[in-house]
């Protein structure tokens, strides 16, 4: 008997020893407690979202709003008439086209948002220089206006193949599908263009997807692919207490595995790297519909936060839509660059900063969205200064459901997020 209480202890120390921290861990019902308080305050807010309207900036700005395919089509045919008032009155063929480049983007504060400026540049067809991308400007449009005629929608690839000698790269006919939407004023959803589908949810969200039910709980471990067309999305219900809103594939995979939103009462999501536009709008639509809180776990690198920041502040690339794609007050809860030591992450887990990396840091250093919040301004410090970077798989050092099974009960216990 007395043997076996010692292998007990033995076998409870030396748990502890490859967990770190799991003793300091409460029940989990006492956890869930401190989360429903939370989760509390962030719905009982009932203050209205500022938009640019309200505010008195000293700069224009525009943004674009959703329209109806019939004001679409509207829109392109009228635009189509000046082009043709324009060419008969010999002023040649030629769009303007607001500017997106980095100098005609302002980051506004009281939003918590990148926007875009009131600068445009003329885009003539005369001119050898803006030829070719004048003439991708009217195939986008061209294009855009049959989708309308047919109520139909095709991917940003299917827009890419109708003249590949044309457009030579997606890239190219991709980024005048942005410029498409500045000079007609809509969201990019509102052309019908959709990218292929790339996040997946999982956890305690039930949702219809063009009239069908989905419930997320039941979708297995790949979960659900979150629809390229935010249209087809509605009545969404939930009991989860937060939003996990994870950068890799990998540490999704296990907190699906292991029913993470089970335990925890969640909605756990991903881009599995990259914010796509179909998972910027759907964690906007959560946020808004069902007022719960953000939580982001990502890598303690420079692009985790890039990341992070897209999603919460918008691209540069994208923000001219800005008030549709971002959602506001994400809390970056992992991994930071304090956790490496306060976790004891072993050095062969870490890795060292590239010079591009430490530059990279430095850069967004210098962001406004950045200087705006003092904790993360210290936590990339700290990360400049260190030379450090670690991915969310380092916790595996200490066993494969280490993030499942410590490290995120015990962030949330301690209400440890920026």
């Not at 292998?7 to 799991?22: E, I, L, T």
Request: glycine residues 4%.
């Amino acid at each position: 008997m007395a043997d076996k209480k010692k292998r007990r202890r033995a076998d409870s120390d030396s748990n502890s020893a490859s967990q770190p921290f799991k003793n300091l861990l409460k029940s989990d019902a006492q956890i869930l407690q401190i989360l429903k308080s939370v989760t509390s305050s962030s719905s009982s807010s009932t203050s209205k979202p500022l938009t640019l309207a309200d505010l008195a900036l000293s700069s224009t700005c525009r943004e674009v709003s959703d329209l109806s395919l019939s004001s679409v089509q509207s829109t392109i045919e009228s635009l189509v008439l000046q082009l043709t008032h324009q060419i008969l009155s010999g002023q040649g063929f030629s769009f303007t086209v607001p500017s997106r480049s980095s100098s005609n983007q302002l980051y506004v504060p009281e939003l918590d948002r990148i926007v875009l400026k009131d600068k445009s540049t003329v885009r003539p067809f005369s001119h050898i220089s803006s030829v070719r991308k004048t003439t991708i400007t009217a195939k986008i449009l061209s294009l855009v206006h049959q989708l309308c005629l047919k109520n139909i929608h095709v991917t940003k690839r299917d827009l890419f193949y109708t003249d590949v000698k044309l457009f030579q790269d997606q890239v190219q006919s991709d980024a005048v599908l942005d410029d498409v939407s500045c000079i007609l004023g809509c969201t990019r959803s509102s052309l019908n263009v959709i990218a292929a589908e790339k996040g997946v949810v999982v956890g305690r969200l039930i949702f219809s997807d063009n009239g069908d039910m989905i419930d997320c709980t039941k979708m297995g471990m790949g979960g659900k692919a979150i629809p390229p067309n935010i249209d087809r999305v509605g009545d969404m219900q939930s009991d989860a207490l937060f939003i996990l809103l994870v950068e890799k594939d990998a540490a999704y995979i296990r907190l699906a595995e292991d029913r993470f939103y089970n335990r925890f009462p969640c909605i756990i999501v991903t881009a599995k790297g990259q914010p796509d536009v179909a998972t910027r709008l759907f964690l906007k639509k959560m946020k808004m519909e069902l007022k719960l809180p953000v939580l982001a776990l990502v890598d303690s690198d420079p692009y985790g936060l890039k990341i992070l920041s897209v999603y919460g502040c918008g691209s540069k690339n994208m923000s001219y839509d800005s008030a549709n794609l971002t959602t506001p007050d994400i809390k970056w809860l992992g991994i930071r660059p304090s956790d490496l030591d306060k976790y004891k992450i072993p050095e062969q887990c870490r890795l060292p900063m590239t010079e591009q990396d430490i530059k990279t840091g430095k850069d967004l250093l210098e962001e406004d969205f950045v200087k705006k919040n003092p904790g993360w301004v210290e936590e990339l410090n700290l990360m400049v200064k260190t030379k450090q970077k670690a991915e969310i798989q380092a916790l595996s050092s200490f066993g494969f459901q280490y993030l499942s099974e410590v490290y995120l009960p015990l962030k949330l216990q301690q209400q440890d997020w920026l």
